[in-house]
């Protein structure tokens, strides 16, 4: 009995899977800043006729900004780290 082998086509070239590293890398990165630091990235500021308001976002809507910054890193952190089995 033979075995065959199934051929993977052309590697990509070094660029291109820097990309494929680096993008979801940074979507990571960004996302856990968002995850991290809610408050700060939901913050308005608008002029009034009394000056600055801000306008806070809720207990609720902020949980939720913390939960999909961290689920959004995972994916990206699997893309990253699995890019490699993916490509050729």
Excluded: K
């Excluded at 990571?28 to 700060?40: H, S, T, W």
């Excluded at 809507?61 to 089995?85: E, K, N, P, S, T």
């Amino acid at each position: 009995m033979s075995s065959v082998v199934a051929q993977a086509g052309p590697a990509l070239p070094a660029p291109f899977r820097l990309v494929f590293l680096l993008v979801p890398l940074l979507v990571a990165g960004l996302a856990l800043v968002v995850a991290a630091f809610p408050r700060r990235m939901t913050r308005w500021q608008l002029r009034g006729p009394d000056g600055a308001t801000h306008v806070e976002s809720s207990r609720t809507h902020i949980l939720v900004i913390r939960v999909g910054g961290v689920v959004v890193a995972a994916i990206a952190l699997g893309m990253a780290l699995g890019a490699h089995a993916i490509l050729p």
